[in-house]
């Protein structure tokens, strides 16, 4: 099993930025493939984006292209989404996933371990 804690979340205005954290426990953290994906109310689970192992790929959706970051700190079994130039429609509970397999893309479907996510709110 892993364990994973999202912190970071909260109330900001548009154009701010925020750091969402995740800490991950019970597996070894740098065995993991993680993702970041969020849920507006109404609206089904978005993918954010992915890191392998070793943070040498990355993966984002097209709208977070250019504004989030995702990386991880393998040594402080750590995943963060930098978020920069949050908009009204990032508005959503952030979500980290883990998949202790290969896969690294969109389909929420296909990752093993998820926690049990932080709100984001961005007021426009």
């Known amino acids: 099993q892993v364990q994973l804690v999202e912190s970071g979340g909260g109330l900001v205005q548009a154009g701010s930025s925020l750091r969402l954290s995740c800490a991950a426990s019970g597996r070894p953290f740098g065995n993991l493939i993680m993702g970041w994906f969020r849920q507006a109310p109404g609206k089904e689970r978005e993918f954010v984006a992915s890191?392998?192992?070793?943070?040498?790929?990355?993966y984002y959706a097209d709208p977070m292209k250019g504004r989030f970051t995702i990386s991880r700190d393998n040594a402080w079994n750590t995943l963060y989404l930098q978020m920069n130039t949050l908009k009204s429609e990032d508005t959503a509970v952030y979500y980290c996933?883990?998949?202790?397999?290969?896969?690294?893309?969109?389909?929420?479907?296909?990752?093993?371990?998820w926690g049990q996510g932080t709100q984001v709110t961005v007021s426009s």
């Open positions: 890191i392998s192992r070793s943070s040498s790929a990355t």
């Open positions: 996933a883990a998949n202790a397999g290969l896969y690294m893309r969109d389909d929420p479907s296909r990752y093993d371990f």
